[in-house]
Nanobody, 126 residues
């Protein structure tokens, strides 16, 4: 499974961005995007990568980091093999490289993710 993240850019504080993560291909065992939970992580300059939000394979369960709750929304379209991250009310502290990843529960745990996208940079100016 290959993941391609896009949608990053420069935005002013209070603005919005929508990230996309498109999946393609299959695993060695023939599994596709729809069997995986999907997560977004981010890494700010000089900091460790951190969990942002995740969605279960069917979309029925969603997990948010406290720092983004109420501002970010994750969704997925299994027909399009794509997961989205709508980011509203952005703050300078949201500045980071955002990574999408595919894995199995527990989805808040970075170690369960088998596949990672290349990252897309989000810069929020004050």
């Amino acid at each position: 499974v290959q993941l391609q993240a896009s949608g990053g850019g420069l935005v002013q504080a209070g603005g919005s961005l929508r990230l996309s993560c498109a999946a393609s291909g299959r695993t060695a065992s023939g599994r596709t995007f729809s069997v995986y939970g999907m997560g977004w992580f981010r890494q700010a300059p000089g900091k460790e990568r951190e969990f942002v939000v995740a969605i279960s394979r069917g979309g029925g369960s969603i997990y948010y980091a406290d720092s983004v709750k109420g501002r970010f929304t994750i969704s997925r379209d299994n027909a399009k093999n794509t997961v989205y991250l709508q980011m509203n009310s952005l703050k300078p502290e949201d500045t980071a490289v955002y990574y999408c990843a595919a894995g199995k529960p527990p989805l808040q745990d970075e170690s369960v993710y088998d596949y990672w996208g290349q990252g897309t940079l989000v810069t929020v100016s004050s």
